[in-house]
């Protein structure tokens, strides 16, 4: 027997039939040979609707931004010692963070949290002649006053190693939900700019993604402090400013004339 299958291929506006003839050799090969049809049909469907969205597409991108008051203050200071051994480093550090933390954790306003330990060799003459420990404490607050006396305290033992600003992941979200919105509004009405321009009868979206981004600016390092012997160091005075916040939106149409 025959199978004989007509398929009908739309592309670039002009038709074309492809007949697929399969050669069955018994009746027993009926089911086989149904299927293998199928499959050529799907596979020519498939490459027909890929082929259409090769043509007209257009690529273009919008994004929306704004000035945004910065509500978190993030200061990182650092504990470091240097002695003979790695063990008199380390004791020297483990008091300096102990006594930064009975001080900070009466504070109910100040958030903190150690981070990197470090241990290294202190060289002279190619030869090892000490040793030195650093280990830094993140603190956070949005009361900045609290966090500024904090840390003019805390410089008797520790070093400021960076400040900065910040915005609150609440207030963070709902400025993104609002950039976003205008965003997309931007990308359509780009898009309905360029179908009007080209005289188009219709577009639709092919592709689309959305990121927000957040622009931050931090503590100029110039303003390192080293520790301070002194009962109490000057709060540092600080100006909380503005971060940017920026939503992206990029994609491709297809026009259809």
């Not at 933390?101 to 241990?119: F, K, P, W």
């Amino acid at each position: 027997m025959v199978l004989t299958i007509l398929i009908q291929e739309k592309s670039k506006c002009q038709i074309s039939e492809t007949i697929l003839k399969i050669h069955v050799e018994n009746e027993s090969m009926n089911r086989l040979a149904a299927a293998a049809a199928l499959l050529l049909i799907c596979a020519c469907s498939a490459s027909a609707g890929e082929e259409a969205l090769h043509y007209n597409i257009i690529n273009l991108d919008a994004s929306s931004s704004a000035q945004v008051a910065n509500d978190v203050m993030v200061v990182v200071m650092q504990a470091a010692a240097q002695k003979n051994s790695a063990v008199e480093a380390g004791h020297a550090v483990n008091d300096m963070m102990k006594w930064a933390d009975s001080l900070i954790a009466g504070n109910a306003a100040v958030q903190h949290r150690t981070m990197n330990y470090q241990t290294r060799p202190v060289y002279q003459n190619k030869t090892i002649a000490g040793w030195s420990v650093i280990q830094q404490l993140r603190l956070q607050s949005r009361d900045f006053e609290a966090l500024s006396t904090m840390v003019g305290t805390l410089q008797q033992q520790l070093q400021v190693s960076s400040m900065h600003f910040e915005i609150s992941p609440e207030r963070r979200k709902q400025e993104v939900d609002k950039l976003i919105v205008a965003a997309l509004g931007a990308f359509r009405d780009k898009a309905d700019l360029i179908a009007a321009t080209l005289k188009a009868q219709d577009h639709r979206i092919v592709t689309l993604s959305v990121a927000d981004t957040p622009i931050r600016i931090p503590y100029d390092g110039g303003m390192q402090m080293e520790a301070m012997s002194a009962a109490r160091a000057p709060a540092p005075v600080v100006e909380a400013g503005d971060s940017t916040v920026q939503v992206s939106v990029s994609g491709s149409i297809q026009l259809a004339f």
